[in-house]
């Protein structure tokens, strides 16, 4: 039996201190009953069927975990409304950081896009480090304190199920990330093109020809028309008909605009003296067809499938 003592030892020392004797007592039982009940089949139970037996239970951390559970740094009742709170935050601070490189990065002397980028990483995620930080050591410190009934999640409890919204499809929840992303996207198109408009102080230049530039002022509009698409959804968080009709003019609108810029090219101002003599001025502007052209089949591809979802609405 030395052995079953040495195996609910280890058990003990995985569990907190208060806990240790009920379940060393309780563990003891269940073994000695197993033992028992061999005994009973075959009379005598060799050292080898007992190390047999102890295997089959598991090893002592996860028959300590069995008896004892840990606690969760942030409740089970409480995690739909952390990672509700996380994407939220960390979706704003996106789309601010967006709006502040973008501002510094047209403003400066050097239009540097490696330096927009390790930027607005750098931005992003200082900002993202201190509110996971801030928020998750608030959500677990009222995890603690919690004294309700872990099973029901704050806010429930004031609800109407005539409120709900109707059944849907799985495709018709809008996830934060792609409203967040597309938003983003948006305002950063907003400020490359009326940058050096709004602020013709800093010196800053259109990074596209003249002919592009003037293309995109007039299709501003409907980039606002997909921002405010954008703050809908993350009031709604469900594509309905009308959504849907939206989001079927406003990719259209983007797919014809990138077939325009494809073919009436150059799309942007290119300075050929300021770039090092083994890059090829012809292979740098088919290279930006082919980004153009590669958002103009994403938003063909956009109305191709939300006109099947609003057949399937209908």
């Known amino acids: ?95 601010i ?46 995890s603690r304190k919690q004294k309700t009934d872990p099973t029901e999640s704050p806010g429930t409890c004031k609800w109407s199920p005539e409120k709900l919204p109707a059944a849907g499809k799985d495709w018709q929840h809008i996830s934060l990330q792609d409203i967040f992303g597309d938003l983003a996207t948006m305002l950063f198109l907003v400020m490359l093109i009326w940058y050096p408009i709004w602020q013709p102080e800093s010196g800053a230049t259109s990074i596209f020809t003249a002919e592009a530039h ?37 990719s259209s609108a983007f797919f014809l605009v990138s077939l325009w810029l494809i073919v009436n090219t150059p799309i942007l101002r290119i300075n050929t003296e300021a770039l090092h003599a083994s890059i090829n001025v012809s292979y740098l502007e088919l290279s930006i067809q082919i980004f153009v052209l590669v958002i103009a089949l994403i938003a063909a591809y956009e109305v191709i499938r939300d006109i099947r979802r609003l057949v399937r609405i209908s």
């Open 214 to 250: 003037n293309v995109l002022l007039w299709f501003t509009p409907v980039i606002g028309i997909a921002i405010v698409h954008s703050l809908w959804q993350l009031r709604t968080r469900l594509w309905n008909r009308n959504m849907l009709l939206l989001n079927i003019g406003v």
């Open 1 to 95: 039996m030395n052995m079953v003592e040495r195996y609910i030892a280890a058990v003990q020392r995985e569990l907190p201190e208060k806990k240790r004797e009920d379940i060393g007592r309780e563990l003891n039982a269940n073994i000695l009953d197993k033992i028992e009940a061999i005994e009973d089949q075959q009379g005598s139970i060799s050292e080898a069927e007992i190390a047999g037996l102890l295997k089959a239970m598991g090893h002592p951390r996860s028959v300590a975990l069995q008896f004892c559970p840990p606690t969760p740094l942030i409740s089970a009742a409480l995690m739909p409304l952390y990672l509700h709170t996380l994407y939220m935050v960390l979706g704003v601070l996106l789309v």
């Open 97 to 142: 950081s967006v709006i502040a490189i973008t501002s510094r990065w047209l403003g400066g002397a050097e239009m540097n896009l490696f330096w927009f980028l390790k930027g607005l990483a750098s931005s992003f995620l200082n900002d993202a480090y201190f509110a996971f930080a801030a928020i998750t050591i608030g959500f677990a410190v009222i």
